[in-house]
């Protein structure tokens, strides 16, 4: 899967598929949907952040407390696709942590 970020200046890959559970706003999560399409926030495994971005689809946004299985592509995709499995759990955050996910496949 290829997107373009929205100021066209940028191609993105799909590195990873991966289901994702947003937190409840009650539960620390965000206090709104994302907006549609694209989603930037930091990816935590082991303590480590990274960049990345959830290729939602054009008219797609995740809402608080719901589950979806995405593509996520990482701005810094050698940094993070080694150390990557299938069932490696992970969290997103933005000031705080969002969402917790796991690790469905990985793309060449």
Do not use: W, Y
Not at 46 to 63: A, I
Not at 69 to 98: C, M, N, T
């Amino acid at each position: 899967m290829e997107f373009f970020i929205p100021a066209g200046e940028m191609i993105m890959r799909a590195n990873i598929k991966a289901k994702i559970e947003f937190f409840e706003t009650k539960d620390g999560g965000r206090e709104g949907s994302t907006r549609k399409g694209s989603f930037g926030c930091i990816f935590v495994m082991d303590e480590v952040n990274n960049d990345c971005v959830l290729m939602l689809g054009d008219d797609v946004s995740v809402s608080p407390g719901q589950t979806v299985i995405v593509s996520v592509a990482f701005l810094a995709p050698d940094l993070v696709v080694p150390r990557l499995e299938p069932g490696k759990k992970f969290f997103l955050r933005e000031l705080r942590s969002i969402a917790e996910g796991e690790v469905l496949e990985i793309f060449g």
